[in-house]
């Protein structure tokens, strides 16, 4: 009798045991893949950064790359609804996003000057290779032939700022002109939400990206704080309409996204593509255009592993 009462006790203890192991390694699991959320979303922020501050490249591209666009828009365009978990998911982004401007603000002007066909080839290669995941996405449902003018308007557009900055024809101003700082700061913001423009190229058509740069550089707070006010307003309010056209108009918005990219890999390569010195660059180059096609391939597989848009 006694024998069967520790069977029982036993059986009872048992039970409360496998639950807690269960719990405990449910907990484990949630732990580990939000460690890894948390940090791929630093890297997300850590390249989104370099993205804005590199001439001709798009940092909505890089966040449609990455797989946050679809969020973060959400985020910019009601920051104030689920407030708390818009913070949390902005947080690890922002800490990037800061890194990655602080340390290439300093070695950009050294990179343009020893590795600048490398280094653009490799931002073309992470647009070019999420284009056809785009056009995946875009592909969902039926095509119609009105889609064409979306995309070739998309990428015209981009096209066309490309051209204006290769031959310098800029809206210059003097930079202590605080009300047209301000004005560039919320274009820039504006542009900022639509994927493959490229902000940076925005400032020098406007031709304040060299003055900001080198205010962001030493740390001015005076010049570059109604910029960033004026470039969250900008992107705050844009934000709306570019939620709105994705929500009603999904497809037809996703194929203007890949003529925006695709407009905007021929920018760059107006802009900034010169002829390989030698063999060795050539070969230098090739490999950072694959790279970065390679790169971007990882980035969405990553977004789909990590479900990055649930935070």
Known sequence: MLFGQNCNRNSAYSKPTKTFRFIKKGMVIFMQHTIKNFLYRIICGFLFGISVIMPGVS?????????????????????FKNLKENIIFCIPIGIGAVIGVGLFIRALDWMFEYYKVPLFLLFIGLIAGSIPAVLREAKIGSFKKKYIIGILFAFVFAVVIGILEKNGMSLKSDISDSIYISICGAVAGITSMIPGMSVSMILMVLGVYQPLLDAAANFDVLTMAPVVVCFIFGMILFSKLTKYVFEKYHKLGYYMVSGFMSGSVVSITINYFEMPADIFSAVVSILAFLVGVYISTVFRKMGRKFNIDKG
């Open 59 to 79: 940092g909505s591209v890089m966040a449609v790359i990455m797989g946050i666009y679809d969020k973060l828009i959400n985020i910019v365009s009601s920051p």
